[in-house]
């Protein structure tokens, strides 16, 4: 099996850029080349102002790169969850505006001709357990409360949808669907750049100050001067000295596939081409791509000290769930990292005049990233924070996230090794 991430070698969408390579002013300077990044870039563009993006490897290298590629409407928490924690007027904007996600996400991909894999079939969370299936039966609840067209699947029904015996039930979203992710953010940063926005690769931030009205921003010998500043790396964040540093847990998922499948298989795996995700405390995934290839994706860091533990958890998670494919080999493996926060819940930070930090996306990086990064360059564009999807905060701090990190990796390890023999 190649360690290869298998989005880099199907993206039909491609993008490159040149360092930065002078000095320039601006009226909106972008940190981060994610959904995030890219979306703020081609919104503030368009809008008409000048952007420039900075991003320290390549367009779509962190976690937009690495993404599972589903793109689904609302958070990871059920909405009561999320008003009981955030108020009921701001969790209630915030539900409203998660919920469009999909289709901002989808009309965006048509507008801008995005060559993406585009399915909006739905995604179906799957009970891995009884009590699984009580969560999605309150989830469903909730959902429906807020005017979510969602369907409570029975065993039979989540049987004929995915192929596999092994789950209790299903919530289905017909709201969402999937996406090659790093194609989708390529064609982000291409339609950014067709608006006029500049976008720079391999131009790693040195660091960032603030001095008469507009922050400055090194990047090798050069200095990029804004009067705005918008930082989104999420869970790829590297320092910018003191100017801001985000608050979060990282979280590791790792994701393998196998070759495309003969069609006499695909006839009965998911054939209806929904993206899912388990109800499991050490969650995983299953989806398909265009091509027919199967993604099988799980929490745990495919490159760190458990990686081989990951690797054999997905080959008998494969045979677990669709005993026919057993002795199919899975050929590509690849893993990134999420910014999770405390309470689950995306942060908008202002760390100074005109400027705003985007972090925690908790594992839902496509809609929300495409929406926040769309309505914080807006929101610094007009000098309001009417559009934003939820209110800043001055700053954000985290328990102990290094031993939250670790709990994670280790918990997740201790599954995959006892999980599915």
Known sequence: MTSENLWRTTARETFAAPPLD?????DLAIIGGGFTGCAAALQAARDGASVCLLEAE?????????NVGLV???????????????GEAQGTKLLTTLAEAPSRVFALIEREAIDCEPTRNGTLHLAHAPKGMADLTDRHRQGRAMGAPL????????????????FHGALFDPRAG???????????????TEAKAHLHEKSPVHSVTRQADLWHITSGPHTLSARRLLVATNAYHQTLGPAFQPAFVPVHYCQYATDPLPPALLDSILPGKEGCWDTALVMSSVRRDHAGRLIIGGIGNGTG????????WARRKLAALYPALKDIPLTHGWSGRIAMTGDHIPKIVAFGPEAYAIFGYSGRGIGPGTVFGTETARALLTGS?????????????????????????????????????
């Open 58 to 66: 390549t367009i779509g290298h962190g976690g937009s790169g690495r």
């Open 385 to 421: 924070e009417d559009p934003l999807p939820l209110a800043p905060v001055h700053q954000h701090r985290e328990t102990a996230p290094a031993v939250q990190a670790a709990y994670f990796e280790t918990g997740a390890c201790l599954t995959h090794a006892l999980s599915d023999r």
């Open 178 to 192: 999937t996406i090659q992710p790093l194609a989708y953010v390529s064609g982000l940063a291409r339609a950014a």
């Open 151 to 166: 369907d409570l699947l029975d065993a039979t029904e989540t049987t004929r949808r995915t192929g596999s015996t092994a």
């Open 305 to 312: 000290p458990g990686a081989s533990l990951h690797a054999a």
């Open 22 to 26: 002078a000095d320039r002013t601006v």
């Open 72 to 86: 689904n409407a609302g958070l990871w928490l059920p909405p009561d969850t999320v008003r009981a924690q955030m």
